[in-house]
Structure formats: C-alpha cells, structure tokens
C-alpha cells in the first residue's frame, strides 16, 4: 500500500513541478549576486501524525504517515530579501491508523474501538489540496545557499477525498468516509539550517466533523499534531 501512495505521491510531485516550472521563469532574477534573488520556493514533506484529544482505549499503531508537496510564492519585504511572507498551493495524503474501527450500517458511519489482535490494518486516508501561509525569515544573502530559517505560519487544507479501510484476516473493508472534515486549518512551524529542516503542524480543529462519536456515545474530537522533515528547492 506504501509503495502505491509513494507512486501517486511523485506523480502529484511531477505535475506540481510541472506547472510552475513555466511560472519560475518569469520570476526576478534568481542567479547568484542578483540583488532580487527569492528562495524556497518549491517544496517536499514528510511526517509523523500524531492523534491527540483520543477517546477512551483508543491507541495509534502502525506509521501514520503524512507525504506532502507544492510550491510557495517567496514575496520579500526588505531590501536583503530575507524577511517576508510565502503563500503557495500544494497537495498532502495523510494516513491515520488507530483502533478506531469504522463500519458502514445502513448507509451510515459506526465507530468502535476494536482490540488491536482483530485486524491487521486499520486507518483514515485523506488526499487534500492545501494553502501554506508563511511570515519568513533567514540568514540568506544572493551568494550564500546554506543558511538558517525560521518560517511560521498557517495551513489551510480541503480534503477532496477521505476513506476508512480496514484489513483483517476475514476480509478487507474500504469506503468512502464523508465524516472526514472537509477544510482542515492549523499551525505550523518549518525551521532548519541548509538542506534539512524540521516541521510542526497542530491541526485547530478535528479531524473528523462535529458530533462524530463513537457507538457508546463518546465523541471523537481528535486533533493532529504533525512532526516531519521538509526540504526547500529554489
């Protein structure tokens, strides 16, 4: 399953690098000792999702992965360039596995905490088209292409598509999940030196929508905490 994710997440790469790749070149000067030079424009991610605000008896296992990719706009707002903002558009899949099992009945949604020993897989899958906002800054000049930053900022993401799968030894289970929020927002936090930089993101609000609960009446008010790694490409 990893492996076609990672297939479909290079292909969205692709197409990404793409269809800014003509933009790029009306872009100001970008070579060394230009003195409008921008940086970190294009971008790739990779995460850890945590799940917090869990119900009772409900675990994480398995790697609950985040793949992300995009490009940000790098808008300068000093005469060095290395203080502004980004604003950028770029695609994520997040994968959630926990023993939250979800099933479909009669057309509609039921959630249950399973005994992790009664299945082998179990997540939420969702693919959206996300919108980074970022106040930027770091020790960059025109010449030097190691340096440090600091971005922070907020993410918007509408999920255009979210489905539960579960795999036991009996049979696999897999649809449509329209329980998954449809605009997800956090914040986050990208800081680094050179090529690796480390990432944080706490979603603001659930990941599942509003009165969501489980089949004894609790509800599901999880949130995400992201932790990863993203590299930068001019």
């Known amino acids: 399953?990893?492996?076609?994710?990672?297939?479909?997440?290079?292909?969205?790469?692709?197409?990404?690098?793409?269809m800014f790749g003509s933009a790029q070149s009306d872009l100001d000067n970008t070579t060394s000792g230009s003195s409008k030079y921008?940086?970190?424009?294009f971008y790739i991610g990779f995460g850890y999702n945590f799940l917090l605000e869990k119900p009772?008896?409900?675990v994480q296992r398995s790697l609950s992965y985040n793949l992300q990719?995009?490009?940000?706009k790098d808008i300068p707002f000093n005469q060095r360039r290395n203080f502004g903002i980004g604003i950028g558009l770029g695609y994520a899949t997040n994968s959630y596995y926990s023993n939250?099992?979800?099933?479909?009945?009669?057309?509609?949604i039921v959630y249950s905490v399973s005994n992790t020993s009664d299945f082998?897989?179990?997540?939420?899958?969702?693919h959206a088209i996300e919108i980074p906002l970022e106040l930027r800054w770091r020790t960059s000049t025109a010449d030097e292409y190691k340096f440090w930053r600091i971005y922070a900022g907020a993410k918007l993401g509408y999920v255009f598509s979210g489905s539960s799968r579960?795999?036991?030894?009996a049979n696999t289970m897999r649809f449509s999940n329209d329980d998954i929020q449809s605009f997800q927002y956090g914040l986050q936090l990208n800081f680094g030196y050179n090529t690796w930089n480390v990432q944080a993101y706490y979603g603001l609000n659930p990941l599942l929508k509003d009165g969501t609960a489980l089949e004894n009446g609790e509800a599901i008010d999880?949130?995400?905490?992201?932790?990863?790694?993203?590299?930068?490409?001019?």
Do not use: H, P
């Open 1 to 18: 399953m990893l492996v076609r994710v990672t297939k479909y997440f290079s292909c969205i790469t692709f197409s990404l690098f793409s």
């Open 38 to 41: 921008l940086e970190d424009q």
């Open 56 to 58: 009772s008896d409900v």
């Open 69 to 72: 990719t995009g490009f940000i």
């Open 100 to 108: 939250i099992v979800a099933s479909k009945v009669d057309n509609a």
């Open 120 to 126: 082998e897989r179990n997540k939420l899958e969702t």
């Open 166 to 169: 579960m795999v036991s030894d």
């Open 222 to 234: 999880i949130r995400v905490l992201r932790i990863g790694i993203i590299f930068y490409i001019l």
